[in-house]
């Protein structure tokens, strides 16, 4: 929610595996403010994948949310294994190397 003060955002933002999204939550039956859809077009044309759900299922649901975050893993990590004996994780080009 908005103060007034800043950027105008959305309620939650994230990124995973390095692609950025956002989702706006509503109750069932309000629409996102015209301030709010400036908002979601900068972020969409921008490349973020933007999420508005209201729990009715007539806008995204977390199924639809899941399945994003599901798929954009997948098309980054395929079968990628973490090295077990590194505490940080190596990328999947192996171009990280912790000993």
């Known amino acids: 929610m908005q103060n007034g003060f800043g950027a105008p955002s959305l309620d939650f933002i994230g990124c995973h595996v390095g692609h ?3 989702i706006e939550t509503k109750a069932a ?3 996102p403010t015209d ?3 400036i908002t979601m077009g900068e972020m969409a044309r ?3 994948k ?5 729990g009715t299922g007539k806008t995204c649901t977390y199924a639809e949310l899941e399945a ?3 798929a954009t893993g997948d098309l980054v990590y ?4 973490e090295d077990e004996s590194s505490s940080i994780a190596q990328t999947p080009d192996d171009s990280i190397t912790v000993d």
């Not at 933007?50 to 209201?54: A, G, H, N, T």
């Open 35 to 37: 301030r709010q859809r």
């Open 78 to 81: 395929g079968d990628y294994e």
């Open 68 to 70: 994003w975050i599901l």
């Open 20 to 22: 950025f999204f956002a």
């Open 50 to 54: 933007i999420f508005v759900i209201d």
């Open 46 to 48: 921008c490349g973020g």
């Open 29 to 31: 039956g309000k629409k």
